[in-house]
């Protein structure tokens, strides 16, 4: 088994009822909230894991995870 370790961007965004909601920042797809940002960050982790839990690493379906990988130096 193959294991790809992600690091990517994400877009943090407090609400007024005091909540956080997290989602990666270059593409739409999974996202988390929660009050407690260190629990919305954990839940995003869930929800990204969940994603790719049965995803095989092949060629065709690399573009997929070349997205998640693009972090651009600021």
Not at 13 to 22: A, D, W
Not at 35 to 50: D, F, G, M
């Amino acid at each position: 088994m193959s294991h790809v370790s992600l690091k990517f961007p994400i877009l943090i965004e407090p609400q007024s009822q005091k909540r956080y909601v997290l989602r990666p920042l270059l593409f739409a797809g999974v996202s988390a909230a929660d009050k407690r940002h260190a629990k919305a960050v954990e839940q995003l982790r869930k929800e990204v894991r969940r994603e790719f839990k049965n995803l095989r690493v092949k060629r065709e379906n690399l573009d997929h995870l070349l997205w998640y990988t693009f972090n651009p130096q600021y």
